[in-house]
C-alpha cells in the first residue's frame, strides 16, 4: 500500500482523488489513444513464455493485461500503480478475461519491495516519481541478474501537438499558465535524453538506450477529441478549475480538431523515447 505521507504524496493524493476518477471514465478513450505506442514498446520488451513481469504505473490494466497474454500461464505479470480506481478496473478486466497470472498491487515502484523479476515494464508511467533515481533504483533491485527494463515516455512539449494543439486554440481565453519546473513530475519530465540518461545511471543500469518513436494518434472524431481535451491533461484542470470558461473553449477547441480532421478522424503527430536499459 502506499505511504500517503511518503515521497510521492501528492502523486497518490491526485491519482486517487482527482486523476484516476476521470481516467477511469475515459478509459476507452485513453487506451484508444496509446495502444499502439505502448504496443511498440510491448515488441522491445519481448517477452517470453513464463516470464515473470512488473507493469509500472499500469492504470486500468491494458498493457498488462497485454503481458500476461504473452508470458502464457506459465508467466506472471503483475500490474502496480497508486490509483485504487484505476486498480479497480484493472481487476475486473483480468477476471472477465480469465488471465489468472495477471495481478495487481496498490503500490509506489518508487518504494515497494517488488518480488524478483525477469523484466520490468512501463507506458507512461514512470515520469511521475518525486526522486526519480531512488525509483530506478528500486527497479532495478527488483531486476534479476540480466533482467531488463523497456519502457516508453513523452518527448517535449513541443514535439506532442496532439496535447499541445487544444491548450493553444483556447490560450486567448485561459488564465496565463504557471511557469513550467524542469525535471518536475510530469508527464514530460523525460523529455531531455540526457537528463533521463543520467537519471537511469544514478539508479544503477548500466547498459542504457534511448530512442525516438514518432506515431499519430488521436481519436475517431472530432466530438472524441473535444470530449478528451476538455477532460484531461492541462486544460481540463484548468477548466474544474473555471467551470464558466468551458462554453468558450469548447467552441474554440472544437473548431481547432475540425480542421485537423479527415475521414479517419482527429490524428496529430506525438513524440516519445522508448527506453532499454539492464
Given at each position: 500500500m502506499p505511504d500517503a505521507k511518503g515521497p510521492n504524496a501528492d502523486q497518490i493524493?491526485?491519482?486517487?482523488?482527482?486523476?484516476?476518477?476521470?481516467?477511469?471514465?475515459?478509459?476507452?478513450?485513453?487506451?484508444?489513444?496509446?495502444?499502439?505506442?505502448?504496443?511498440?514498446?510491448?515488441?522491445?520488451?519481448?517477452?517470453?513464455?513464463?516470464?515473470?513481469?512488473?507493469?509500472?504505473?499500469?492504470?486500468?490494466?491494458?498493457?498488462?493485461?497485454?503481458?500476461?497474454?504473452?508470458?502464457?500461464?506459465?508467466?506472471?505479470?503483475?500490474?502496480?500503480?497508486?490509483s485504487r480506481p484505476m486498480l479497480d478496473v484493472a481487476r475486473g478486466r483480468a477476471k472477465a478475461l480469465t488471465l489468472a497470472q495477471a495481478t495487481f498491487a496498490e503500490a509506489d515502484a518508487q518504494t515497494q519491495a517488488f518480488e524478483p523479476a525477469d523484466g520490468a515494464f512501463s507506458r507512461f508511467g514512470v515520469m511521475f516519481f518525486a526522486d526519480p533515481p531512488a525509483a530506478f533504483a528500486n527497479i532495478k533491485r527488483a531486476l534479476k541478474p540480466g533482467g531488463r527494463l523497456v519502457f516508453i515516455c513523452w518527448r517535449s512539449v513541443a514535439e506532442n501537438p496532439w496535447m499541445t494543439a487544444p491548450m493553444?486554440?483556447?490560450?486567448?481565453?485561459?488564465?496565463?499558465?504557471?511557469?513550467?519546473?524542469?525535471?518536475?513530475?510530469?508527464?514530460?519530465?523525460?523529455?531531455?535524453?540526457?537528463?533521463?540518461?543520467?537519471?537511469?545511471?544514478?539508479?544503477?543500469?548500466?547498459?542504457?538506450?534511448?530512442?525516438p518513436c514518432d506515431r499519430k494518434i488521436g481519436w475517431a472524431n472530432v466530438?472524441?477529441?473535444?470530449?478528451?481535451?476538455?477532460?484531461?491533461?492541462?486544460?481540463?484542470?484548468?477548466?474544474?478549475?473555471?467551470?464558466?470558461?468551458r462554453e468558450p473553449v469548447t467552441a474554440t477547441v472544437r473548431e481547432a480538431f475540425a480542421a485537423q480532421a479527415d475521414e479517419a478522424g482527429v490524428h496529430m503527430p506525438s513524440g516519445s523515447w522508448i527506453v532499454v536499459a539492464r
Open positions: 493524493a491526485y491519482w486517487n482523488a482527482s486523476a484516476g476518477p476521470t481516467w477511469v471514465a475515459l478509459q476507452e478513450i485513453i487506451e484508444a489513444q496509446l495502444r499502439d505506442l505502448g504496443l511498440a514498446a510491448i515488441e522491445t520488451l519481448a517477452p517470453r513464455q513464463g516470464e515473470r513481469l512488473i507493469d509500472i504505473g499500469c492504470g486500468c490494466g491494458d498493457t498488462t493485461l497485454e503481458l500476461a497474454r504473452r508470458v502464457g500461464p506459465s508467466g506472471a505479470v503483475l500490474g502496480a500503480d497508486i493553444a486554440a483556447a490560450a486567448h481565453l485561459l488564465p496565463p499558465p504557471a511557469p513550467p519546473v524542469p525535471g518536475a513530475p510530469g508527464p514530460f519530465a523525460f523529455a531531455d535524453a540526457h537528463y533521463l540518461r543520467g537519471v537511469l545511471d544514478a539508479g544503477g543500469f548500466g547498459s542504457i538506450s534511448i530512442e466530438d472524441t477529441a473535444v470530449h478528451a481535451a476538455l477532460n484531461l491533461g492541462p486544460l481540463g484542470a484548468i477548466l474544474r478549475d473555471n467551470p464558466a470558461l
